[in-house]
Each structure stands twice: as structure tokens, then as C-alpha cells.
């Protein structure tokens, strides 16, 4: 029994760390998407973002193997977060705007359109968030007979455990979030970049996908793609922070 309450407490500090890194990536986008609002109303939102959080990924929880079965589920929330990440990425970086387009996107961005979109994020967030979690903690020994979503209340335990911390990660990093991107505005492409990335890595979940198939289904399991992803999404995280700091001083100099 020793054995089994190691592994387990292993297993939570494993869920604890992916669920703080995905947190802080979900906290990018609450932050960015909220960073146009008054900041009563930034308080509002984020409040809103995280109850969504919360809620999403404890429905998840309960979802998980229906979630799992279906290919389309991870590819709408792959296509929505790829969707929010180029559109942002064209209308700043590569699309000329006038003042009319300006007003126009700002009417369109009011507090509860904000909100919507945040929690729209939420949900293919949560979608990520539980897959990755099921594909570590499936893998720990059963206790008893009962199940919860059709997993073992053990394994169930520590997903549960896991993605709660993540969120109390999430309370506080989403308001840090925001004060870093007022003091390093560039660091909202890199948000939206990271955000991307994120989606590429649900939309491969899903082309990897049993019933699809388009590439090995192992592949989005295997130790490469891991390494691939995470590699990359530090070196977002690097360069982005990097280049912030240096047009910012670039900017104070002159």
C-alpha cells in the first residue's frame, strides 16, 4: 500500500507541475483578452474567467472519456484557439488599420463580449488541460471498484487534486499577467503566439486520434512530440520576454 501512496503522490506532483504550466498559459490569454478593459472591469472579467476555468475543466473532469472518444471535440478547440492566435496576429502585425476599423473593433470588444471569448478560451483550454492529465494519471493502479466518468476514483482523486492547484496557479498568475503585459505591451504577440502553439498541439491530439488517424496515433504520446512541445513553448516564452525587454528599453532611450 506504501508502494501505491508513492506513486500516487508522485504522479500529483507531476499533475501539479504540467497543471501550473498549463494555468499560466491560460492566464496569457485571460490577460491579453482583458488588457483593453477598464481595470474595474479587468477585475470583472478575470473573476468571470476563472469561476469559467473552474467550472470547464470539473465538467471536463466528468467528460473525460467522451472528450477522449471524439477527434472533433479536440479539433474545434484546436481550430478556436489557432482561430483567436492568427486573427490577433493579422489584424496587428499584417493588416493596414484606420481609425474606422479601430472604432469598430473596439465596439466589439465590450466587457461581455470579452467574456464570452475568455471563456470560449476556457473550454478548449480545459479540453487540453484533461486529456494531458488522463494520459498520466490512467496509468496508476486502481482502488476499489468505483468509478467516477468512467475512471477509477483513485486516478479521478489526483486529476481532481491536480487541476484544482492549477487553478489556484491561475488565480494569481492571470493578474500578474496583466500587469507584466502594461509594462511590456509586446509580450501580447508572444501571448497570442503561445496560444498557437497550444492549439497545434490539441489539433495533433486530434489528426493522432484513433477513429482519424491521419498520422501515428502515437505520435502525439510519444517522448519526441513531448520534447517538441515543450521546447518550443520555452523558446516562445524566452524570446518573447527578451525581445519585450529590449524594445522597451529601446523605447525609454529614446
Same mark, same amino acid.
Given at each position: ?6 506513486? +500516487? ?28 478593459? *477598464?481595470?474595474? #472591469? ?5 473573476? +468571470?474567467?476563472?469561476?469559467?476555468? &473552474?467550472? &470547464? ?8 472519456? &467522451? ?6 471535440? #479536440?479539433?474545434?478547440?484546436?481550430? +478556436? ?8 496576429? +493579422? ?5 493596414? #488599420? ?42 496508476? *493502479? ?12 483513485? *486516478? ?62 502515437? &505520435? ?31 523605447? #525609454?532611450?529614446?
Amino acid at each position: 500500500m506504501e508502494a501505491i501512496l508513492l506513486e +500516487y503522490a508522485w504522479v500529483l506532483l507531476v499533475l501539479i507541475f504540467l497543471e501550473g504550466l498549463l494555468a499560466a498559459d491560460n492566464a496569457v490569454v485571460m490577460a491579453v483578452m482583458v488588457k483593453h478593459l *477598464p481595470k474595474e #472591469q479587468q477585475k470583472k472579467a478575470l473573476f +468571470y474567467g476563472l469561476f469559467g476555468a &473552474f467550472l &470547464f475543466r470539473f465538467i471536463a473532469l466528468f467528460l473525460i472519456t &467522451f472528450l477522449a472518444k471524439y477527434w472533433e471535440i #479536440q479539433a474545434l478547440g484546436a481550430a +478556436y484557439l489557432l482561430f483567436i492566435s492568427i486573427k490577433h496576429l +493579422y489584424d496587428n502585425h499584417f493588416k493596414k #488599420q484606420d481609425e474606422s476599423l479601430e472604432i469598430k473593433e473596439g465596439k466589439g470588444s465590450g466587457f461581455w463580449m470579452t467574456v464570452l471569448k475568455v471563456e470560449l478560451a476556457d473550454i478548449a483550454f480545459a479540453i487540453d488541460s484533461m486529456l494531458a492529465a488522463v494520459a498520466i494519471a490512467i496509468t496508476l *493502479p486502481h482502488i476499489g471498484d468505483y468509478h467516477i466518468g468512467g475512471i477509477n476514483a483513485g *486516478p479521478f482523486a489526483v486529476m481532481f487534486l491536480g487541476g484544482f492547484i492549477g487553478l489556484v496557479i491561475m488565480r494569481f498568475a492571470a493578474q500578474m499577467f496583466v500587469k507584466l503585459l502594461n509594462n511590456y505591451p509586446t509580450l501580447e504577440t508572444t501571448a497570442f503566439l503561445i496560444v498557437g502553439w497550444v492549439g497545434v498541439k490539441l489539433a495533433v491530439l486530434a489528426l493522432g486520434h484513433e477513429n482519424l488517424a491521419i498520422i501515428d496515433p502515437h &505520435f502525439p504520446h510519444s517522448t519526441m512530440w513531448k520534447v517538441i512541445f515543450w521546447a518550443v513553448l520555452l523558446g516562445l516564452v524566452i524570446g518573447g520576454y527578451l525581445v519585450s525587454v529590449y524594445k522597451n528599453k529601446k523605447e #525609454q532611450a529614446s
